[in-house]
């Protein structure tokens, strides 16, 4: 199992700032771990990785905005569950081959997270 990671430039560096408007996302799955599909600005998607590194638990983020392609895999993923929609409540999480999505209750389903 192989994984790629791209740095992206979230905003553009201020003089101030070089080099800490970056962020890493993954670019493709990683079988080995949690794989949370995110975008920014999403609450739930933040409350999830912050309970992932908050319990040492490996994941890997894919995050949907800084890497449009990202984007098309989350989708390529949703459509082997039969998924037809063209909207999906956010993150989006692939473990072990079962994929979770338009998740009722965040707080209740990160407890059962490993």
């Known amino acids: 199992s192989s994984i790629s990671y791209k740095k992206i430039k979230k ?13 890493t996302t993954g670019t493709q799955i990683n ?10 600005g999403c609450a739930r998607c933040a409350y999830l990785i912050k309970y992932l590194q908050d319990n040492k638990i490996p994941f890997l983020e894919l995050n949907t905005t800084i ?29 072990k081959g079962k994929v979770d999505f338009n998740i009722k209750n965040i707080q209740e389903f990160v407890k059962s997270m490993k």
């Open 11 to 23: 905003q553009a560096p201020s003089d101030s700032n070089a080099g800490k408007n970056t962020k």
């Open 31 to 40: 079988s080995s771990k949690i794989n949370v599909f995110t975008m920014n």
């Open 67 to 95: 890497h449009q392609p990202n984007n098309d895999l989350m989708f390529e993923k949703l459509k082997e569950t039969g998924f037809k929609g063209k909207n999906v409540q956010m993150p989006v999480i692939v473990n």
